[in-house]
Structures are given as structure tokens and as C-alpha cells.
């Protein structure tokens, strides 16, 4: 099954009507636009000329049969394919550097294998998805913007090879995704990665009975929490206390003695400081759950 990218969707919401259905198991394919609908093809297009009414596209949202209110959604990431190139931005009020930015520039990083080419530095692709969720449990959320759906994450694991699960809060979850980058660093400092339009393969599976602190991914070594809140303290807090109850939930350890370990094994990274609400990230080796 493929979904165009035709297909795409400003805000995540209950209300959205689903364009494609498919069973647990299926496999899906999603076309999907940059974040700025495939409109900065050049380094003379600048970002005041892009529509932010349009910007952040998602593809969908998918009905995924026999998802029900509690259920948990497994989405495996099985292949991201690129387009030939992607534009970065930087401009006066944008990115951590808002204040010191002069004017706009645009840069296009044109993809050559695994390197891409750009500012005369060749530079690896780290292929992912900046915008992956299912609808919220309350009410409409820009797809702009990350929280306990999913959403805008920006999170540099969610790569070719991982499993991430994410919340049903309504019958049959109706997921979507976009957003994609070519690479882009931890933090999204200046608002962008390296924005470039692609599609996705993923597989999906219902889950049922089973309790995780979503959104949650699963990689060949290791178990990251996930938290998008209004600051990076509350979002931090927020992952480290989710990843300390799994512990005390799949182990022996005393939530004291999970603690102890986050601080002796565990990882907190920032994923983006640049959307409406930070997110953040905990991360730790799957021995520890042994």
C-alpha cells in the first residue's frame, strides 16, 4: 500500500478523516513532502517566502484496523528513501541563534551516496523522521508541534531499523508522518535540518495488553523515552521518570536503585529546543533489563 503525499494533513485531530486503511502486519508505504512543502528548491528561496499555514506536512492519517483506545501502536521503520537534495535555512527570529541572525540565507545540500555535499564540506546522511504520530487523546495538535502523540519529536533515532510505539487514543489510531531530514544534529539549533522530501516504509502492528511510556523506541541495543513539554527541565524530568518506572516495572530494582543506575548507565540527550514544546530523550542499553 502507498499513501501520496498528496494526502497531507496541517494538525493531528480525531477529526481527520482517514485516507487509507490496512490491517496489523501490513506494510505501508508514505510519500511525504519537506517541511516546507516542497517549496525552498534553490538557495534563492528563502523561508519568509514559504506558507507556515502549510509548513510541517504529514501524510495521512492511516486507519489501522482493530486499533482500539489503549492499545499501543508498533510502527517499524523498515527503509527511508531521499530525494536528490535538501534545503536548510537560517533567518532573523529563527533557531537558537535568532537574535544574532542577520538575514536569510538558504543552503542546499545535494545527496551523493552516503555524504552530503554543502556550506563546500561533505557532511554523512543520517536519514529520519521529524514528524511521526498518531491522533492526540484531546484535542488537535499542529503537526508543528510534538507531545505525547508523537508528533514534531525531531528525534535523530528515529531511523531505518527502530521500532517506535506510540499511543491509540482513537479507533484506529490514524497515523501519519513527514518531515523527513537528510541529516541534522541533535537540538535542530537553527530550526531545520537539512529538510528534504522522501518516503517511508514501515510496518504496523496493534498491540494490546502491554503498558510502555509512550512515545517509546526500541533499537537493536537499546530503549529510549521519549517526552515533548514546554521547557527541556519538564520534558527531562519527564523521560527520566518514565524510563526509572520501566525499570522498577521489568526488573528487580527499587525506584531508588533505578535512579542510581540512570545516573551511572543512562543517557539524557535533547532531541530539538526549537519547536512550541522541547523534547527530550533517555536512553539505555537493553543489558540492563536482563
Do not use: W
Not at 143 to 166: A, F, K, Q, V
Not at 175 to 195: I, K, P, R, T, Y
Not at 197 to 203: L, P
Request: hydrophobic share 40%; with cysteine; glycine share 8%.
Amino acid at each position: 500500500m502507498r499513501i501520496s503525499k498528496e494526502h497531507a494533513i496541517y494538525e493531528m485531530s480525531k477529526e481527520n478523516k482517514a485516507v487509507a486503511r490496512c490491517q496489523s502486519g501490513d506494510t505501508v508505504i508514505f510519500e511525504t513532502c519537506d517541511c516546507f512543502h516542497d517549496t525552498v528548491k534553490s538557495e534563492t528561496d528563502v523561508v519568509s517566502s514559504v506558507d507556515f499555514d502549510r509548513v510541517n506536512p504529514a501524510t495521512g492519517p492511516l486507519y489501522i484496523e482493530d486499533a482500539e483506545v489503549g492499545d499501543l501502536l508498533k510502527v517499524d521503520i523498515l527503509s527511508i528513501k531521499l530525494d536528490v537534495q535538501g534545503a536548510v535555512v537560517a533567518a532573523p527570529g529563527l533557531g537558537r541563534l535568532a537574535n544574532l541572525i542577520e538575514k536569510e540565507q538558504t543552503v542546499i545540500g545535494k545527496i551523493s551516496g552516503d555524504t552530503i555535499k554543502a556550506l563546500n564540506r561533505e557532511i554523512p546522511v543520517n536519514k529520519m523522521i521529524g514528524v511521526i504520530g498518531t491522533t492526540p487523546k484531546d484535542e488537535a495538535v499542529s503537526t508543528g508541534t510534538p507531545h505525547d502523540h508523537g508528533g514534531n519529536m525531531d528525534c535523530i533515532e528515529i531511523r531505518e531499523g527502530i521500532s517506535l510505539y506510540l499511543p491509540v487514543n482513537a479507533e484506529g489510531a490514524l497515523l501519519a508522518m513527514g518531515d523527513l531530514h537528510a541529516c541534522m544534529g541533535d537540538g535542530e539549533v537553527m530550526g531545520s535540518g537539512l529538510e528534504i522530501a522522501g518516503e517511508v516504509e514501515v510496518r504496523v502492528e496493534v498491540v494490546k495488553d502491554k503498558k510502555l511510556p509512550t512515545p517509546f523506541i526500541e533499537t537493536e541495543d537499546k530503549v529510549i523515552t521519549l517526552a515533548s513539554r514546554e521547557t527541556m527541565e519538564e520534558a527531562g524530568d519527564l523521560v527520566i521518570r518514565n524510563m526509572a518506572q520501566l525499570l522498577t516495572e521489568k526488573t528487580a530494582l527499587s525506584l531508588e536503585e533505578a535512579g542510581i543506575l540512570l545516573s551511572m548507565a543512562g543517557n539524557l540527550k535533547v532531541c530539538q529546543v526549537v519547536n512550541p514544546n522541547k523534547t527530550m530523550r533517555m536512553e539505555l542499553d537493553k543489558k540492563y533489563f536482563d
